[in-house]
């Protein structure tokens, strides 16, 4: 058995017929192909695989994809054309070296950009609650927490050049 | 401009931070099938009937194998205690794979999975040490005939030397039992063609993996392509084998189809090997003035239900570390490996020495505790001066490299306020409205880089150099092929920062490639702390070649001498003159272009392939302090200060080396306040997802205080010494000195790790030591 559905992600609109059980992530990653989108558990703690649903940050192995049926999702393939320039969360994760092996990464961003969306410039305290249910492995978070606050401070976001820093 | 030392952003970013990074599930092939483990629910038992048949029966199910139907060779590990690749008629842990389904999606290979039952006739599961070793325990290995696998005595234990000594003290530590949870779990995909196996991996040692796996199936190398893309994280727990990766292969091959295995995370946590699993028995035996006389330290490793290569060598890191960076003229060290009905144990950041500077760091805080001395004293009084290094320690693996050890306590002292610390905890022990509050100190050491002729080798690698080719491209830029495999160390960018320092090229106009055998020369992967010691010398030593090379190309365009240029920022020209120069890019076209190049030159021959060896291990060290806040009514502990100080040598980023000192000392926290893997009394593991163990969210930790000194290492010329575990190494004892601190007023003594809030509980009720 299988339903039509139709989500739209990214400004695009993508329709299938899915397996019911099938979970948005699976459906973002398999059926739109867009691979930015990462699991990282199944137990709906490491939030790598958190999206914006309607602008709220969703996990979206917590999600059916029949559940998002004529809904909006934004991945991190949204963020930003692919010409750039890159948003200024983006560019905060690059300035403040907010990432290392990058796979939790697009969760973070979206939970940022969530966060930043409610929040123009949150406190340290804020932004650390805001990512608890975010699990990066790498970094320790004071840089995940510094990229947000980097962003926040530069929301117009600022085009360095690759190779000078700052 | 030199940019070794330089804050930069890194190469890495721009992909990963777009969603545009390729992890081995993001790689698509038509065609490809889903394979999905059957894992055994028993910890210890035999298996008695496995029925597939209803699996065989499931929508989407392309077929089922068990041992029975699928002959494989063991898995490569340790002779006499081989793991088989599919459990054969018993089971040594829960987790172990039995059967595979594989599906035309993983949604189908799991409905089968979940349709083949085994049934198990169990045996008695042993889930510790003590069970272990007690006489009549049940064996893992009737054919051995005990459950030590491996016995090093020591030639000489010191009891006289500690029967005389004015004081001593005996410890027994236990270092838990440490998921390594990279983000990614483990991925593979397995495509067996005509033409032969192309395998993707989560992996950190491409080449490593190639030739076995290679080996294995029976083919050659040229035969056999492992790419490991972008790579989720690894902490040492992707350079050891596992079913999965064999299994891969073998299907695709029996199929004709691609095949992928996407760990879920609840096998992660049963199936990628832990880490620590050690207990020790710790004598250390000191004079009234603090001076130790005598150390001895008696090594239980844990190997869980399958020994490893890396795991069977963890108790040799230990001892050979255990005297950290202390002058002690008695040194005894033994060690035994164990099995038992757990995950199987090796490499988790640190290996090794992560559990020698815990026991040592505890040790000596216990002097200062029984001679009522300040903890920084005692160290003070037994640190190595700076000028014996060269230092010959107790073991002959290890001769520290070069050191500053006081150097680094003075920087921590300086950045602490230790004085208003110590007051502040005295006013907060009579206040009830105030945290209970507690400072702690390491000041650790560990061994890196790896390493010298023969380290690697006897874990299983080829060798213990790197390879790094430097090609010079047409337009004057160039790339970079590595061996070293990178997992989010930012090896793309520290490597283009010294290459372009020495090619006097500018680092956008530097690739670097890694993680691809087909591509790259035979390389031996990211581990150890080695990729900037190793293989940034690597780069080093090749760009210098390739300069000499070049400027052989200038001086003939310059009509100049070789000798007489410099080479920066993209040009060479003649010293004194600036305005003679010629560009790179005119080099390097011209250097392919066999009548315009001097007449004993080659084309092309901008390009060289390095094996970069390096004469000794590095030993990085530094100096940590914590303070910690204990909540007096429910025992939760906070960290509220976490000061670092470094010193590993030379820092080629310094942004990317404060990003693996802030992620090591993560994990170090949470080894020490929050993550244990643990067992029920049958071998059910009760931390088997991320519900239950905890990974520190970032609430948990706090900002950290961090700051360096740099002593160099004589091992190779970049002086850097390798940074990736320095963390885990250091912030363990720290922590724990400090939480041991918050309660000595308490008559405490030692606190084991994970200080959770339920064991500090109990000991403010008087429950405990």
Known sequence: ?????????????????????????????????????????????????????????????????????????????????????????????????????????????????????????????????????????????????????????????IPVEIGEGS | MSLVGARVVRKEDPNLISGRGQFVDDVKIAGTAHMVFVRSIEAHARIKDIDVSAALECEGVIGVWTSENLELAPLPGVPGLERPVLAKGKVRFVGEAIAVVVAENQYAAADGAELVFVDYEPLGAITSLSEAMAENAPLL????????????????????????????????????????????????????????????????????????????????QDQCRVITPDVGGGFGAKVNFTPELFVAPTLSKLLGRPIKYTQTRSECMTQMYHGRAQEQDVDIAFDDDGKILALRVMVFQDQGGYADPTGMGLPALTTTMAAGCYTIPNVSVAWKNVVTNTTPVAAYRGAGRPEASYLIERAIDQIAYSLEMDPVEVRRRNYIPTENFPYATHSEIAVYDSGNFAGCMDELLNIMDYDAIRAEQEENREDPSKPLLGVGFASWLE??????????????????????????????????????????????????????????????????????????????????????????????????????????????????????????????????????????????????????????????????????????????????????????QTGDTRIRNMYLVDDCGTVISPLLAEGQVHGGVAQGIAQALYEEVKYDENGQPTTGTFVDYLIPAAPELPNFTASRISTPTPNNTLGAKGIGESGSVGAPPAVINAVVNALRHLGVTHVDMPATPQKIWRILQGGAK
């Open chain 2, 447 to 632: 061994i890196a880089g790896f390493g010298p002729p023969g380290s690697l080798e006897g874990f299983g690698h080829l060798g213990s150099w790197e390879s790094v080719q430097v090609r010079i491209q047409p337009d004057g830029s160039a790339i970079i092929y590595t061996g070293a495999s990178p997992h989010g160390q930012g090896t793309v960018t520290t490597f283009a920062q010294i290459a372009s320092d020495y090619l006097g090229i500018e680092f956008d106009k530097i690739s670097v490639r890694h993680g691809d055998t087909a591509t790259i020369p035979q390389g031996i992967g990211t581990l150890g702390s080695r990729a900037v010691a190793v293989g940034g010398e690597g780069v080093k030593t090749a760009s210098v070649k390739i300069v000499e090379r070049a400027k052989q190309v200038a001086a003939h365009l310059l009509e100049a001498n070789p000798e007489d240029l410099t080479v920066e920022d993209g040009n060479f020209s003649v010293k004194g003159t600036p305005s003679q120069t010629v560009s790179w890019a005119e080099v390097a076209w011209t250097s392919f272009r066999p009548l315009e190049i001097p007449e004993d030159m080659e084309p092309g021959s901008l390009d060289t392939t390095v094996l970069q060896q390096v004469p000794n291990f590095s030993f990085p060290s530094g100096a940590y302090g914590c303070v910690v806040e204990i909540d007096k």
């Open chain 1, 1 to 157: 058995m299988t339903f039509p559905i139709e989500i739209t992600v990214n400004g695009k609109s993508h329709e299938a017929e899915v397996d019911p059980r099938t979970l948005l992530v699976h459906f973002i990653r398999e059926d739109c192909q867009l691979t930015g989108t990462h699991v990282g558990c199944d137990t709906s703690n490491c939030g790598a695989c958190t999206v914006l649903l309607n602008g709220e940050a969703v996990k979206s192995c917590t999600v059916l994809a029949v559940q998002a049926t004529n809904q909006e999702v934004q991945t991190v393939e949204g963020l930003a054309p692919p010409d750039g320039p890159y948003t200024p969360i983006q560019e905060g994760f690059r300035q403040e070296h907010g990432l290392q092996c990058g796979y939790c990464t697009p969760g973070m961003l979206m939970a940022g950009t969530a966060l930043l969306n409610e929040i123009d410039n949150p406190t340290e305290g804020q932004i650390r609650e805001h990512l608890e249910g975010n699990l990066c492995r790498c970094t320790g978070y004071e840089m995940i927490v510094r990229s947000i606050q980097w962003a926040a401070e530069n929301p117009d976001g």
């Open chain 2, 141 to 220: 290995y009737e054919e051995i005939g005990s459950n030590v696998v491996m016995e090093v005595p020591s030639p000489n234990d010191h009891q006289e030397t500690i029967d005389a000594a004015p004081h001593n003290v005996s410890m027994h530590i236990v270092n838990n039992r440490c998921a390594p949870a990279p983000m990614e779990p483990l991925v593979c995909l397995a495509d067996y063609g005509p033409s032969g196996l192309t395998l993707w991996a989560s992996f950190q040692a491409p080449h490593h993996l190639r030739n076995t796996v290679s080996s294995w199936l029976g083919i050659a």
